[in-house]
C-alpha cells in the first residue's frame, strides 16, 4: 500500500491499530458504517480485508510493527486520521515489554502520525490508568496516574495516556477509555467466565454484591468512531471519556447473565474478600515463576468486589453520541452466538 486514495463519497482513510481483535474488528465496522475506507495494522492478517461484509475494497490490512518506525510511516502513507488500539495486554511479560510496546509503541505512532498530517487521533485506553482498588460509583474520569495503577500493563497505559494528552502533540487527540469491554467472540471476559463455569472454577467475591458497568463491544466501537468524528472540537480535544453502557448491575448478575447464556447450569459460590485476596497475591508470585496465568490475582479480586461504574452523561453530551445496544439485548446476542458456536 502506497499512498492510495479513499474511494468516492468517503470521509477518508482511517488507519486502525490491533484493527485484528473484538474490539477492533467492532471499531472497523463502526468506521465503515460511518463512512471511512479503512487499513487495519498488525502483524498478522486481520481476515477483514476478505470479508464482503466488512465493505470488501474498502478495508485493506497492512502487516507490521507498531514499534517499527519504518513500518508505522509507511501504514500512515494517506491516512488521513488514526484509531490506536494496539497494545500488550494481560499480566504475563517483564516491564520492558509492556513499556516498549505501549508507552514507545504509542509515542511512535502519535510522532508519525503528526508528521503525517492526519486530522485525527484517537487513542483507547483503560478506566485502570486512574482507578485502582477504591470504590467508584458514578465517577467521572481522573486524570492518568501511573503512581497509582498496579500492574505493568495499566502504568503502561496511563503512561501512553499521559503522552497522547500532552497539549503539545499537534494532532488533535481524544482518549476513549472502554468499561469492561464484552461481547460475541470475547475471549477475555466472555470466555474465561464460561470456561470457569464448565470447569467447576467460577466463583464470586463477598456474593458478587458490588455494581458495576460493562459495555457491549458495539457500543465502545462506535462511540471510538464517534469520537474521532468529534476530535477537533476545542470541548472534545485532549480530553479523555470513560465509555460503557450506563446500566450498573450486581457482579453477580452479570456473570450468571453470561453463565445462563452459554446454557450452563449451576450455582455459583462465594468466597470471602481476605482469603480472596491472600490466594491472589500467592498466585501472582507462583505465575511469575511458572509464566502461567494465574487462577486469581488481585486485580480480579478488586473488579470483583469493587463497587466500579461511571457517571455517563459527560461522555454521551460531548460525543453526541448513546450506547445503541442495551445490556439485555447484548446478552440475547451472545447466547444466539453461542448456539450457532
Given amino acids: 500500500m502506497s499512498g492510495s486514495l479513499s474511494s468516492p463519497g468517503s470521509k477518508g482513510r482511517l488507519l486502525v491499530t490491533g484493527g485484528r481483535g473484538l474490539l477492533g474488528n467492532s471499531v472497523v465496522r463502526a468506521a465503515l458504517a460511518d ?20 465493505g470488501g475494497a474498502r478495508v ?23 484509531v490506536h488500539l494496539a497494545a500488550r495486554v494481560g499480566i504475563d511479560g517483564s516491564w520492558p515489554q509492556f513499556e516498549t510496546v505501549n508507552v514507545e509503541g504509542t509515542r511512535l505512532v502519535l510522532d508519525c502520525a503528526a508528521d503525517a498530517g492526519v486530522h485525527a487521533f484517537v487513542y483507547v485506553s483503560s478506566p485502570s490508568v486512574a482507578h485502582v482498588g477504591e470504590p467508584l460509583i458514578a465517577a467521572a474520569a481522573d486524570i492518568a496516574d501511573p503512581a497509582r ?10 503512561m501512553a495516556e499521559r503522552i497522547a494528552l500532552d497539549p503539545r502533540v499537534s494532532v488533535p487527540v481524544v482518549t476513549v477509555r472502554p468499561h ?9 471476559l466472555v470466555g474465561r467466565i464460561i470456561d470457569r463455569a464448565a470447569s467447576g472454577r467460577l466463583f464470586l467475591i463477598d456474593g458478587g454484591r458490588a455494581l458495576i458497568d460493562t459495555t457491549y463491544v458495539d457500543n465502545a466501537g462506535e462511540a471510538i468512531v464517534r469520537a474521532l468524528d468529534r476530535a477537533q472540537d476545542p470541548s472534545v480535544r485532549g480530553r479523555a471519556f470513560v465509555v460503557s453502557n450506563g446500566e450498573p448491575r ?92
Fill in 35 to 54: 463512512g471511512w475506507d479503512v487499513v487495519c495494522f498488525q502483524r498478522h492478517p486481520s481476515g477483514m480485508a476478505d470479508d464482503q461484509s466488512m
Fill in 180 to 188: 469492561l469491554v464484552w461481547g460475541p467472540g470475547d475471549q477475555q
Fill in 60 to 82: 485493506e490490512d497492512f502487516l507490521g510493527s507498531i514499534v517499527e518506525a519504518s513500518h508505522v510511516r509507511r501504514a500512515l502513507d494517506g491516512v488521513d486520521a488514526v
Fill in 250 to 341: 450486581p457482579v453477580r448478575d452479570v456473570i450468571e447473565a453470561i453463565v445462563d447464556a452459554a446454557g450452563i447450569e449451576i450455582s455459583v459460590r462465594s468466597v470471602p474478600r481476605g482469603p480472596a485476596w491472600v490466594a491472589g497475591t500467592v498466585g501472582e508470585a507462583a505465575a511469575s515463576v511458572s509464566g502461567r496465568e494465574p487462577v486469581i490475582t488481585r486485580f480480579l479480586v478488586e473488579q470483583l468486589s469493587t463497587a466500579h461504574w461511571f457517571d455517563p452523561r459527560q461522555t454521551w453530551e460531548a460525543l453526541r453520541w448513546r450506547p445503541r445496544v442495551s445490556f439485555d439485548e447484548g446478552i440475547a446476542r451472545l447466547a444466539a452466538s453461542l448456539r450457532r458456536a
Fill in 149 to 158: 495503577t498496579r500492574g505493568h500493563y495499566s502504568r503502561s497505559k496511563a
